[in-house]
């Protein structure tokens, strides 16, 4: 884990220094709060230990611009003082830090708070990935799949390179869950899901559920000729599953039809659903002219 270890007394960052790195850690250092403060700036460290008097910026200090910054992740903070005392602990805490430690320090005082900090850090780190995945299929939720949506807008704006959206249905699925049931359609969802997650997906793009028997994927800066590509791959590779399904009105077995919209953002668009609503109109015309196809939007 990487460590930002933040006191003025050179002799004891030192200290704190071998003593971190030798629970195997990766250590950086800072002389003082604002030194601190700025390198959290940069780099959002899992973990900070620092020095409660510091010049400049002290480690309460410390404590609440990181609380308030509100980044993604979840940074640890112990604080380190030889101000001992209630009162100072309840300050310290109330200012955002999580844990106390008192100068001098115990090097397996200090090693086991550490470790305390590690697990809570892990658990923070499951709990973002939990909010972000949909539950039965393993594939990213809708949360997931609005933030993603919204950085390809900015960075297609920015860049001029178009954002492309595959909007996919189960074709006739509502018959499948009431002719097999609910399990038997939970299970389709999720072979379904396996394939569109695993075909010919290039890193950057992002297959998520969008709710249903409806799935996204966005590509990242593809242009409308390798989208429309991937859109049969994956139409071809559902189809050739062959999961039985006797009550589909257009094949004996699970397909699905994908509507396909490829643009790029004029400057003072700032709404993204644009694209989920072009991309939307292409799919029911895919199940307007017979399902188990891609259509393309055109205007
Ligand atoms: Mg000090």
């Not at 997931?144 to 950085?151: G, M």
Request: charge should be negative.
């Amino acid at each position: 884990m990487q460590v930002l270890i933040a006191e003025d007394d050179i002799h004891m960052q030192n200290m704190l220094l071998l003593m971190v790195q030798s629970f195997g850690h990766e250590v950086f250092t800072a002389d003082n709060g604002r030194e601190a403060w700025e390198l959290y700036q940069t780099h959002q460290f899992p973990m900070i230990i620092s020095d409660w008097l510091m010049p400049e910026l002290s480690g309460v200090e410390l404590c609440k611009r990181i609380r308030i910054s509100q980044k993604l992740n979840y940074t640890y903070i112990i604080l380190v003082s030889s101000m001992s005392g209630r009162k100072n602990y309840l300050e310290g805490m109330d200012a955002g830090a999580d844990d106390f430690v008192g100068k001098p320090v115990d090097k397996d005082e200090l090693h086991a708070r550490i470790r305390v900090g590690e697990r809570i850090i892990s658990l923070q780190i499951q709990l973002e990935e939990m909010s972000q995945t949909d539950g039965l299929t393993n594939l990213a939720n809708r949360r997931r799949f609005d933030e993603a949506l919204n950085e390809e807008w900015r960075r297609a704006k920015r860049t001029g390179i178009p954002v492309s959206l595959i909007m996919i249905d189960i074709d006739h699925f509502k018959k499948y869950n009431d002719n097999y049931g609910h399990l038997e359609g939970d299970y389709c969802l999720k072979q379904v899901s396996t394939v569109l997650a695993h075909t010919g997906n290039r890193p950057g793009d992002l297959v998520a559920r969008f709710g249903g028997e409806e799935f996204v994927v966005l590509l990242s800066g593809a242009s409308l000729e390798p989208a429309k590509r991937m859109a049969e791959n994956l139409r071809a590779a559902v189809s050739n599953l062959k999961l039985r399904h006797e009550y589909s009105e257009n094949a004996d077995h699970i397909t699905i039809s994908l509507g396909l919209a490829s643009i790029v953002p004029a400057f003072d668009q700032n709404n993204p659903h644009v694209l989920i609503s072009l991309a939307d109109t292409a799919l029911y015309q895919a199940k307007k002219s017979g399902r188990n196809r891609v259509v393309v939007f055109k205007e």
